[in-house]
């Protein structure tokens, strides 16, 4: 079962904009003052995606995470890709989280995508 922006296909305005409802990753939320274009969470297992519009630059979205995984000691696992920017970083528990992100062609802003893949707790680490 998976759900998109927490209801649905539901949308909500705020501040003069409108932005997909759902969850920001637990604990870790979202780069500061970006928007959330999609949230899909897979029902029941520990894997997510998340899709974010910010008017950082996408050196900067990725270093948000750098510092926010850094600080609670997760290792980075990946280097940029050519024409973007994008890390993985991997915790103690063997969980992996990818973000990337990369100039909008259609605007000035970066979308920043935030997978999480996990391991199912059914599972033995």
Same mark, same amino acid.
């Given at each position: 079962?998976? $759900?998109?922006?927490?209801?649905?296909?539901?949308?909500?305005?705020?501040?003069?904009?409108? @932005?997909?409802?759902?969850?920001?990753?637990?604990?870790?939320?979202?780069?500061?003052?970006?928007? $959330?274009?999609?949230?899909?969470?897979? +029902?029941?297992?520990?894997?997510?995606?998340?899709? &974010?519009?910010?008017?950082?630059?996408?050196?900067?979205?990725?270093? &948000? &995470?750098?510092?926010? @995984?850094?600080?609670?000691?997760?290792?980075?696992?990946?280097?940029?890709?050519?024409?973007? +920017?994008?890390?993985? @970083?991997?915790?103690?528990?063997?969980?992996?989280?990818?973000?990337?992100?990369?100039?909008?062609?259609?605007? +000035?802003?970066?979308?920043?995508? @935030?997978? +999480?893949?996990?391991?199912?707790?059914?599972?033995?680490?």
């Amino acid at each position: 079962d998976v $759900r998109q922006g927490g209801r649905g296909s539901d949308r909500a305005e705020a501040g003069g904009g409108v @932005f997909s409802l759902g969850e920001n990753p637990a604990g870790i939320g979202r780069v500061p003052g970006s928007k $959330r274009l999609m949230s899909a969470v897979v +029902e029941g297992s520990p894997f997510s995606l998340r899709v &974010y519009r910010s008017h950082e630059s996408a050196e900067q979205a990725v270093a &948000y &995470y750098e510092k926010t @995984f850094d600080a609670r000691g997760w290792m980075r696992v990946a280097r940029p890709a050519p024409n973007m +920017e994008a890390r993985a @970083f991997l915790d103690p528990g063997g969980s992996m989280v990818v973000v990337s992100a990369a100039k909008d062609p259609d605007s +000035e802003d970066t979308l920043v995508s @935030f997978g +999480e893949l996990g391991i199912p707790t059914d599972r033995p680490r």
